[in-house]
C-alpha cells in the first residue's frame, strides 16, 4: 500500500426495486453508512430494478453493503415483485470491485465474508460469484442466477443449486448473489420495433455463452412504457472487448430484422479509458494514447504524485543528489528513471529554442507556433519527470512480490499474480516513456527546421539527447517483457518498440539535416 493513500473499494450492490419512490430512498439512506462515498444511483420503473454505486475503504464498503442488504430484505416482497430484467433477490448483486491499493484476492475475502454474514446473519441464501466463486460453474453470474427468484426457488426446494451460506430455501427476499470483479460496463441499446422475439435472437447472437462476443452478457425484450425494442448488455471487460465493437454487432444483427438504432445508453459509472477508446474509433485518431491524452487522466496522475508525503521525487532533488542514488548500489533510481530524466532535459532543450526565437526580427511568421512548443514542452518536461518516479515505485513493486511469500499453494498463486501486475507495469511505464520521447522528437525537429539558427545546436542536442530517452526506455521495455505470461501484450509491445525504434531513427535524421543547413 502507497503511503498516505487508503486502500479503496467500490461496490454496486443491484436491488429489485424501481418503482416505489420511499423503498428506493431507505435502501439509498441505509447504504450511506460513515466512509462510504454514493458516487451513482439509478433506478427503472421497466427493469423494477435500482443499481448504485459506492466506494470506501473496504470496512467501511462491508458495512454498507450489509446495511442495504438488510433494509432491502425489510421492505422487498419477491413473491410480488416482477420486472424486465433478471433476478433472484430483494438485494439481487453485490460485486465488489478493487479501486486503489486493493488486490482482486482483497475484494475476494470481502465478498465472502459478506455473503457469509447475509447468510448466516440475515437469513438469505447467498451464493458466490466471479472471482469469489468456489466452484467454476458459478463463476458466471447469469449460470448463479439462472432461472430467476421462480427457478431457483424450486430447484433449492428440491436439494438442487444450494447456496455456498445460509438457509436451503428462498424466502420473500429471495437470494443474493456476491462477487468480486474488475469494473463492467452496463450497456442498452434501444431499436425501432415491437418483434421482442427478433430483439432476443439478436441479443442471442451477441452474447458469449450463445457464440457471440468475448465477455458480453446479453437479453432482449420489448419495453412497453417506451414502445421499443432494447438489447441490455453486460460488458465485463471492455478492455478486451469494447464497446464500440458491442454496439455494431447490435446494429449489424439488426440490420437484419430491419430494425434501425434509436439511442444508447451507459447505466451507472464507465470506466473513462472504455469511452475513450470509443471516441478514437469513431473518430479515426490515430496513435490516441487516454493515458496520455486525457485531461483528466493526466491531471489525477500529476495530483497524485503530489499527494505522496514523504518521498522526494527525481524534480525534488538536486543534480548531486540524485546522481549519488544513481550511482549508489541501491536498484532504484535504475535505467529507466534515468531514460525519463533524459525526456526531461531534451524537451527543456526545445523549450529553450523555441523561447529564444520568440520576439527575435524575422520569426514573426512562426511566432505562434513557437509559443505553442514552449507550452508543448513545458508540459513534456513535467510529464517526464512524474514518468521518473513512476518508473522507480514500478521496480519497487516488482521486488516486494518476489519477497510475498510462498509456502501454501494460495501464497504461490497470490505472488505470482502480484508479480505479474508488478512486471506489467515495469513494462508499461518505460513505454510510456519511449512514446512521450518521439512525440517530444518531432517538437525538436520542428526548432531545429523553423526557429533561431543561433539555437540550432540546442536543437540537435535535444534531439540526440531524446534519442537516449527513448532507446533508455525501450531497452527498459524489453527486458521486462521476457517474464510476461500475457502473450497478447507482449506481442503488441514487442512490435510497439520497433515501430519507435524506426520513428525515433527518422525524427534524429531529419533533425540531424537541419542542423547541418544551419552550420
Request: aromatic share 4%; proline share 4%.
Amino acid at each position: 500500500m502507497s503511503e498516505g493513500r487508503r486502500p479503496l473499494v467500490e461496490i454496486v450492490p443491484n436491488f429489485s426495486e424501481g418503482r416505489r419512490q420511499d423503498v428506493i430512498d431507505a435502501v439509498i439512506d441505509a447504504l450511506l453508512v460513515p466512509g462510504v462515498t454514493l458516487l451513482n444511483k439509478q433506478w427503472d420503473p421497466d427493469h423494477n430494478r435500482l443499481d448504485a454505486s459506492l466506494v470506501g475503504s473496504p470496512e467501511a464498503v462491508k458495512r454498507s453493503a450489509l446495511a442495504g442488504a438488510a433494509k432491502a430484505a425489510e421492505l422487498i416482497d419477491m413473491t410480488r415483485h416482477h420486472g424486465s430484467h433478471p433476478r433472484m433477490g430483494a438485494v439481487d448483486v453485490i460485486p465488489f470491485l478493487p479501486i486503489r491499493d486493493v488486490t482482486m484476492d482483497e475484494c475476494v475475502e470481502l465478498a465472502r465474508a459478506v455473503a457469509r454474514e447475509i447468510g448466516e446473519g440475515l437469513g438469505i441464501p447467498a451464493y458466490c460469484y466471479e472471482h469469489a466463486a468456489f466452484a467454476p460453474e458459478r463463476r458466471s453470474l447469469a449460470e448463479v442466477r439462472k432461472g430467476e427468484y421462480e427457478g431457483l426457488k424450486g430447484d433449492v426446494a428440491g436439494g438442487k443449486r444450494l447456496p455456498d451460506f445460509g438457509p436451503h430455501q428462498l424466502g420473500r427476499a429471495g437470494a443474493v448473489a456476491v462477487g468480486a470483479r474488475k469494473p463492467l460496463v452496463a450497456f442498452n441499446m434501444y431499436l425501432a420495433g415491437t418483434d421482442e422475439k427478433a430483439a432476443k435472437d439478436i441479443a442471442r447472437r451477441v452474447r458469449e455463452a450463445t457464440g457471440g462476443l468475448k465477455n458480453v452478457r446479453a437479453i432482449g425484450f420489448f419495453v412497453p412504457e417506451r414502445g421499443c425494442l432494447t438489447v441490455s448488455m453486460n460488458l465485463v471487460d471492455t478492455d478486451a472487448t469494447p464497446i464500440y465493437r458491442a454496439f455494431n454487432l447490435v446494429k449489424l444483427e439488426a440490420s437484419r430484422f430491419g430494425l434501425p438504432v434509436i439511442s444508447s445508453e451507459i447505466v451507472g459509472l464507465v470506466p473513462q479509458a472504455a469511452i475513450a477508446e470509443s471516441a478514437a474509433f469513431w473518430l479515426q485518431l490515430e496513435g490516441f494514447d487516454p493515458e496520455e491524452q486525457v485531461l483528466e487522466t493526466v491531471v489525477q496522475r500529476a495530483g497524485e504524485q503530489a499527494e505522496r508525503p514523504g518521498k522526494v521525487g527525481v524534480a525534488g532533488q538536486t543534480v548531486e543528489g540524485f546522481l549519488g542514488a544513481l550511482a549508489s548500489d541501491a536498484a532504484t533510481p535504475g535505467g529507466g528513471t534515468a531514460a525519463a530524466l533524459a525526456g526531461a532535459i531534451g524537451t527543456s532543450l526545445v523549450a529553450m529554442v523555441a523561447r529564444v526565437t520568440i520576439g527575435k526580427k524575422g520569426f514573426e511568421q512562426v511566432q505562434d507556433r513557437m509559443e505553442q512548443i514552449v507550452a508543448e514542452a513545458d508540459a513534456a518536461r513535467a510529464e517526464f519527470l512524474g514518468l521518473a518516479d513512476l518508473d522507480a515505485e514500478a521496480f519497487d513493486s516488482v521486488m516486494q512480490a518476489y519477497r510475498l511469500p510462498k509456502e501454501a499453494d494460495e501464497d504461490k498463486r497470490a505472488r505470482s499474480e502480484a508479480i505479474q501486475r508488478a512486471m506489467t507495469a515495469a513494462a508499461e511505464v518505460p513505454a510510456r516513456v519511449a512514446r512521450r520521447g518521439v512525440a517530444a522528437l518531432d517538437l525538436a525537429r520542428e526548432v531545429t527546421e523553423t526557429g533561431n539558427p543561433n539555437a540550432a545546436s540546442d536543437g540537435a542536442a535535444a534531439a540526440q539527447i531524446l534519442r537516449s530517452a527513448v532507446e533508455g526506455a525501450l531497452a527498459n521495455v524489453e527486458i521486462n517483457l521476457a517474464s510476461l505470461k500475457d502473450m497478447d501484450l507482449t506481442s503488441r509491445l514487442r512490435t510497439e518498440v520497433e515501430t519507435l525504434r524506426k520513428q525515433t531513427d527518422e525524427a534524429v535524421a531529419a533533425t540531424e539535416t537541419a542542423f547541418r543547413q544551419c552550420v
